[in-house]
């Protein structure tokens, strides 16, 4: 009975107004994905972080996965609004600065409980905000809602885990693996890590395949001053990122 009338009130309202009074969600087109100047716009196969959708990094600690977030986070920065980071516990806003963060456009909400992440998740969505890094389990009732608001406001949704529960990977629409594939040392030190990123899902084009990246650490304490920060694509689709070890996840 339900779909009968909302069919007949559909078929009112375009009777009265014209046929392109309503679209239905399924046919209107995708909001024009988010370029953020890393390997990931490649990966995705659409030239760009897709807008509207759930992204997951995901792989064992030491993968590089937080890197390439907080990279991702910092450029956010200068190009939206309002940037939000949802902690689950450990997030130190410190080691975005190597990537040149505006600072004042980013928030950092404290959820010490998942319940906390998926409703601030959702409502920060739902408000418009531009770009959300996820660093925290999403309970299963919140990913509708949240996949939902993402969708109307064209917010980028970034989520950082380490294994997805069955719920959030059947929710997310393009999700990448890390997994390092061995230290850097130069002269005995350890200054960095090369690991392969490979594309696990992809709801918004076909899969690309995989790159190769690089994470380099300082040698030790410099001068803002002296640092060169950034994220830069050589050949062969290889990232290099200077940044503090603290931030590799």
Avoid at 8 to 33: D, Y
Avoid at 75 to 98: C, K, M, Q, Y
Avoid at 135 to 159: F, K
Wanted: hydrophobic fraction near 45%; include cysteine.
């Amino acid at each position: 009975m339900q779909e009968l009338a909302l069919e007949s009130a559909i078929n009112s309202i375009r009777v009265r107004f014209g046929s392109q009074a309503l679209t239905r969600a399924a046919e209107m087109p995708p909001p024009q994905p988010w370029c953020s100047g890393t390997p990931v716009d490649h990966l995705t196969g659409i030239g760009g972080v897709p807008r509207g959708r759930l992204s997951l990094f995901t792989g064992s600690g030491t993968c590089g996965k937080l890197t390439l977030a907080l990279a991702l986070l910092a450029r956010a920065t200068n190009e939206f609004a309002h940037s939000v980071v949802i902690d689950g516990g450990g997030f130190d806003p410190w080691t975005l600065i190597p990537f040149s963060p505006e600072l004042g456009a980013l928030t950092v909400v404290r959820a010490p409980a998942p319940e906390v992440v998926g409703e601030a998740a959702a409502t920060l969505a739902r408000a418009g905000a531009g770009f959300l890094l996820l660093l925290g389990d999403v309970p299963e009732h919140w990913l509708g809602p949240l996949e939902s608001a993402a969708n109307r406001s064209g917010t980028v949704v970034i989520g950082v885990v380490d294994a997805p529960n069955r719920a959030l990977a059947h929710a997310s629409s393009f999700s990448l693996g890390f997994t390092r594939t061995e230290w850097i040392y130069e002269r005995d030190l350890l200054v960095g890590l090369r690991l392969s990123a490979r594309c696990l899902k992809n709801r918004v084009a076909a899969p690309v395949g995989e790159t190769e990246l690089e994470v380099r650490y300082p040698l030790s304490f410099q001068p803002l001053a002296d640092f060169t920060p950034g994220v830069s694509q050589s050949q062969g689709h290889v990232m290099e990122v200077e940044t503090f070890a603290s931030a590799v996840g």
